[in-house]
């Protein structure tokens, strides 16, 4: 009798799992999305009965479509969305006002129309190379703060540099400073209770982004904030790929951890205000009343005014489930076929879909001088094996693959020609492109890009560049691990 009863439970479970994981592989085949990863998908799901459903709840599901997260209610949303159109219907009407940047307006359009980002002119910028160099200039920035500091970090952990930087912000929030922090509910998962509760004790506003409680996470757990942003008194800005941790200050077992961060003074960074405002909107479902010191400098100019000093122009790039498009995607992609000498790549981990795969081959093919620097250790196994199963395809088309030494390289970095150059907090890999909250800066000037090439350079001269036949020997126990790294790439 007990067998019996045991026999009709199992029956009934495999017929549940069976339904629903037919209606899981029809809703991923009705969606059209890319065919690798739907294939990877219903791979899953036929050889992991049961668990294959419980993986896919949980990071499978698309909601881009859905709009999971949506601000359309938000002024600030809004007001991105009406000076996008202001600044791209003046453009149309008064192209010459575009002078150098005539080469580049199918990716300008292109930001303007599908993440509604307008073209900013800023007085300076200035780059860091390590983790170190970052926190230590946020650090010094936060220190001058009068009015309101913003900071957003997926990681920030509960160490040494944690608790420098926490120290920090209790220190300003006492002295009447609107301190504001945003990091995610999984990269910053370590963050003890009592940590965040002395924070807010300080009069510190602490925000969890997608809060994930264990056991029962939600299905949102696959979907991260990623961005990295900083905002001081609105009239200063940080970006890039540097978390609050001390591997990024102090290394650690892969040695010094290299990354790119950018520091801005201009207009871009009402840009990352606006960023900001919208992430705390998601998850206060509150708004902060749009005010001069949030945003002491013009939101918008016309491109073509009368200006004293250099201006660089740069347009900031936020994506994620919160977009109808998957705008970062687009703009590498946008970016990689618009080269015409070369194009220099840095990120570390390379899972790349077909699109931006194939138009990377391509401009190898049409002898585009493309490189592309990789970590040669990776903090994540299994991302490293992926990102080594692209390699020979990508040498067989001319592409040269050059693998970084000297620590562990967290850049995320393309630059064009020497005329454009992408900083932000997206890797070049399907994560960013469709399921993180991501932010970058395309920057349209030729300094800019040729600090930034100049230090590719300089760090190429340092690493190993692969040789394509002694690729072709290396181990086949390796091999095989890239293989099947290759398979769940696009589930990573």
């Known amino acids: 009798m007990l067998n019996s009863g045991w026999q009709i439970i199992s029956a009934v479970l495999y017929i549940m799992n069976l339904f629903l994981a037919v209606y899981a592989a029809t809703s991923m085949i009705m969606r059209r999305q890319d065919p690798v990863k739907t294939l990877s998908w219903v791979t899953v799901l036929i050889l992991l009965p049961y668990f294959g459903l419980v993986l896919y709840f949980f990071f499978g599901m698309h909601y881009r479509k859905k ?20 600044q791209r219907e003046f453009i149309i009407n008064n192209p010459q006002v575009l002078g150098d940047l005539q080469p580049y307006q199918k990716i300008i359009f292109q930001n303007l129309r599908n993440s509604y980002t307008i073209v900013e002119e800023n007085t300076s910028i200035e780059f860091y190379f390590t983790g170190k160099e970052a926190l230590d200039s946020m650090y010094s920035s936060i220190e001058e703060a009068r009015s309101h500091i913003h900071l957003q970090s997926y990681i920030f952990e509960q160490d040494r540099t944690g608790e420098r930087f926490a120290e920090l912000l209790k220190k300003k929030a006492r002295e009447g400073v609107e301190v504001r922090v945003i990091y995610d509910g999984v990269g910053s998962i370590s963050l003890k209770k009592e940590f965040v509760q002395q924070m807010e004790q300080a009069g510190v506003e602490m925000l969890c982004f997608a809060k994930v409680t264990l056991p ?9 904030n990623h961005r990295k942003i900083l905002v001081v008194d609105g009239r200063t800005g940080f970006l890039g790929g540097v978390n609050i941790a001390d591997r990024y200050y102090y290394g650690n077992e892969l040695g010094e951890w290299h990354d790119t961060h950018m520091k801005v003074t201009g207009e871009t960074v009402a840009s990352l205000q606006t960023s900001f405002f919208l992430d705390r909107y998601f998850i206060l479902n509150r708004k902060i009343r749009r005010r001069k010191k949030y945003y002491p400098h013009p939101d918008i100019e016309k491109i073509g005014a009368e200006q004293t000093g250099k201006k660089i122009a740069v347009q900031t790039v936020a994506s994620g489930p919160d977009s109808n498009w998957s705008s970062i995607m ?9 080269a015409r000498k070369h194009i220099y790549i840095v990120s570390p981990y390379f899972t790349p879909n077909e699109s931006i795969l194939n138009a990377i081959k391509i401009a ?39 693998l970084f030494k000297k620590g562990f390289n967290h850049s995320k970095v393309v630059s064009i020609d020497g005329e454009v150059s992408i ?6 890999d399907m994560r960013s492109f469709e399921h993180n909250f991501e932010i970058l800066s395309v920057i349209y000037d030729k300094d800019c890009t040729g ?22 020997k290396r181990d086949k126990r390796q091999k095989v691990a890239e293989s099947i790294a290759r398979l769940c790439s696009p589930l990573l």
Request: charged share 25%; proline share 2%; hydrophobic share 35%.
């Open 364 to 402: 190898a093919l049409g002898n585009i001088d493309v490189r592309i620097m990789l970590p040669d250790k990776s903090d994540t196994l299994l991302a490293h094996y992926s990102t080594m199963s692209y390699v020979s395809e990508l040498m067989e088309a001319g592409v040269k693959i050059y």
């Open 423 to 428: 900083v932000g907090s997206a890797n070049m």
């Open 216 to 224: 029962m996470p939600t299905s949102k757990v696959n979907y991260r």
């Open 67 to 86: 709009r999971l997260y949506s601000f359309k209610g938000d002024a600030e949303y809004r007001y991105r969305k009406e000076t996008s159109a202001q």
């Open 451 to 472: 600090t930034i090439e100049d230090r590719f350079l300089s760090e190429a001269s340092a690493c190993v560049q692969l040789n394509r036949h002694k690729w072709g």
């Open 330 to 338: 687009q703009c590498f992609f946008s970016a990689i076929t618009l």
